[in-house]
């Protein structure tokens, strides 16, 4: 078994060890061409997976013992599966002869990973290898997703009976693009229409080129998703933000004010933000994504790159400016606006987030790799990372579960160990799998850690006052991070005022070794959403009557201080 996963390049699994696991772990023991890469929770081992495959594009491992030290996984695999890297996950499974028996630690990795896999299949004889195993990478790469091999202690320990790998062939990689009717089509549409705005995604990759020569050509200015940010963003003459929740104004109305609306590599999930009367063109290289968020006029199936290129030479000069010419003024503004925020705040506290955000942007190395997470963290990559073609950006935004950010930074820095690895974490985000800084220390990981001190799960907070409810079960009592830091062996610094933000962050990337900055941060920064509806306005009036109500009026005024009065 570990023989075919190096052969097919694989250079480490991360986990946990365990008895079920044995076989491998001393498998890999004896050779140096695969690591084991230790880490504290398996949920970290799948997150990390995630990260290296995401950075890389080809299979990572990650494994778990029987019962619960594979159920730690899930979470993770449930964030690889979803943002659709390619992993494999090996779930040891208990002694075969147990099996039906409600045996100490039995699980059923089968069902239990069901959800969160192309494939999931139960290894119960040696004959079965290596195909099982071939199949499950195959299926992992070419589906680009998760596949679970269950294996208990015992049949890991038998001996082979296939000396070695059966597949040997690269990976394939076709050219997938629409016929040549719906390349006519498709130009033609594009051809008649006048205001036209494109939804880029994360699809995009690889096809920077052909988009924005795309741009070009039909005066479009491009919006991008999430996901999208690193590949689409830089050196965008046509980039007007991105739009959702967390987006910018000029994104959002771009989006709006179209006739047609043409969505590459995308599956913006909020369908609140599509244009209602526009038509919209949807060009996917999964059939099945077509019309999942909204309704499609024209849907196509292929690849950016390939579609890109055979659609240029049939598209006419759009003469039609004016819809690019105000969508970039309106983003020259709205970028006005979010950096006039990310301020020192004339040295007083508190620590504006953004200001912290945007002092990293400029600290950072040209080919950083970012990880940011679920939480307001998300916001501040979003809003003032400056993505270039080189540096990446790791984060759960599919999935949606905190976290994040340390496990894929481990990921990040482990599969590439030259590069600047910055992990954006919440303090709750990284409390709930700090054990995991151990391991910074024990593989002698580098990473730099940014905890957003909000002593709050502000992103939910600002959920529940943006639904009108008094925000309860929020407050974070914290520790002194930098101490936690600099008892696992890491370089631990604090930043007090904001004028100590940009020597302090300095110091931790110029630092050879894992560092961790904690910076207290405001609690109440609103991360105000493109447009507000009626909804949302009204739930701000109905927290604010309901705070007063509760004696809380004094955090309104806090509220105002923060986001009005700067
Ligand atoms: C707290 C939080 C808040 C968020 N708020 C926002 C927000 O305000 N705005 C926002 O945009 N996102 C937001 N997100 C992220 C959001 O949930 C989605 O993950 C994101 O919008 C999806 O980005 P995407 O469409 O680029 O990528 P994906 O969802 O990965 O979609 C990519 C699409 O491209 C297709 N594809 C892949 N390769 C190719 C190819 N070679 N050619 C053609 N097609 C291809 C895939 O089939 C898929 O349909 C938030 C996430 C979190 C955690
Ligand atoms: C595993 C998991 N639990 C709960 C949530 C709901 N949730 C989303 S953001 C968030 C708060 C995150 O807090 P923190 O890491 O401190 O970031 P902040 O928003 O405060 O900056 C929570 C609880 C989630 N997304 N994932
Ligand atoms: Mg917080």
Redesign the pocket.
């Known amino acids: 078994m570990v023989d075919v996963l190096a052969e097919a390049g694989v250079r480490r699994i991360y986990g946990v060890s365990g008895d079920s696991l044995n076989g491998i772990t001393d498998s890999i023991r004896v050779r140096r061409d695969i690591q084991w890469v230790h880490v504290r929770h398996e949920e970290t081992a799948a997150f990390a997976a995630g990260a290296e495959a995401h950075l890389t594009g080809t299979l990572a491992v990650c494994a778990g013992s029987c019962g619960p030290g594979n159920l730690h996984l899930i979470n993770g695999l449930y964030d690889c599966h979803r943002?659709?890297v390619p992993v494999l996950a090996i779930a040891a499974q208990i002694p075969s002869a147990e099996i039906g028996s409600g045996y100490f630690q039995e699980t059923h990795p089968e069902h239990l990973f069901a959800q969160c896999s192309h494939y999931c299949e139960l290894i119960s004889q040696p004959e079965q290898m290596p195909r099982v195993l071939e199949i499950a990478m195959q299926t992992a790469i070419s589906k680009?997703g998760v596949s679970v091999i269950a294996l208990p202690g015992d049949i890991a320990l038998k001996e082979a009976v296939e000396s070695g790998p059966r597949l040997r062939f690269s990976e394939p990689k076709p050219t997938?693009r629409p016929s040549d009717d719906e390349i006519g089509l498709l130009a033609e549409v594009l051809n008649h229409s006048k205001r036209i705005t494109i939804?880029?995604?994360?699809?995009?990759?690889?096809?920077h080129a052909e988009l924005i020569a795309l741009a070009g050509k039909l005066n479009a200015p491009i919006v991008?998703?999430?996901?999208?940010?690193e590949?689409?963003e830089y050196d965008n003459p046509f980039d007007v933000g991105?739009?959702?929740?967390?987006?910018f104004s000029s994104?959002y109305s771009a989006m709006m004010n179209c006739d047609l609306l043409l969505m590459?590599?995308?599956?913006?999930?909020?369908q609140q933000?599509f244009p209602k009367d526009a038509t919209v063109v949807q060009?996917?290289?999964?059939g099945e994504?077509l019309g999942?968020r909204t309704k499609v006029d024209f849907g196509f199936v292929?690849?950016?790159?390939?579609?890109l290129r055979t659609l240029l030479p049939h598209l006419n000069q759009n003469q039609f400016e004016s819809h690019l010419k105000e969508s970039l003024e309106h983003y020259q503004k709205t970028r006005k606006g979010l950096d006039d925020i990310a301020t020192a705040n004339s040295g007083k506290r508190p620590i504006h987030p953004q200001y912290v955000a945007r002092v990293l942007d400029q600290l950072a190395a040209e080919d950083a790799i970012f990880s940011c997470d679920?939480?307001t963290p998300?916001?501040w990559a979003?809003r003032y990372l400056r993505m270039n073609g080189k540096r990446r950006l790791l984060?759960?935004?599919?999935?949606?579960s905190m976290a994040n950010a340390l496990p894929q930074a481990i990921g990040a820095q482990v599969s590439h160990p030259g590069r600047q690895v910055i992990s954006m974490s919440g303090d709750g985000g990284f409390a709930m799998l700090m054990g995991d800084l151990l391991t910074l220390r024990q593989h002698q990981l580098p990473v730099k850690l940014i905890v957003f001190r909000n002593d709050s799960l502000a992103?939910v907070e600002l959920e529940m006052k943006a639904s009108g409810i008094v925000d309860f079960g929020t407050d974070l009592h914290n520790p002194d991070f930098r101490k936690i830091a600099e008892g696992a062996g890491l370089l631990g610094l604090r930043a007090e005022t904001p004028d100590q933000i940009e020597p302090l962050i300095g110091e931790a990337l110029k630092y050879d070794g894992p560092a961790l900055v904690e910076v207290p941060v405001s609690r109440q920064e609103l991360s105000m959403?493109p447009t507000i509806t009626l909804e949302q306005a009204k739930g701000f009036s109905l927290f604010m009557l309901k705070a007063v109500f509760s004696g809380r009026g004094d955090e309104i005024i806090d509220l105002a201080r923060v986001n009005l009065v700067r």
Request: charged share 15%.
């Open positions: 943002s659709r680009r997938v939804l880029a995604g994360a699809g995009c990759a690889g096809a991008h998703a999430m996901r999208g940010k590949f689409v991105m739009t959702g929740l967390l987006g994104g590459i590599g995308t599956d913006f999930p909020y933000f060009i996917d290289v999964r994504q999942r292929g690849e950016t790159k390939a579609t679920v939480g998300t916001i979003a984060g759960s935004f599919t999935h949606g992103f959403p």
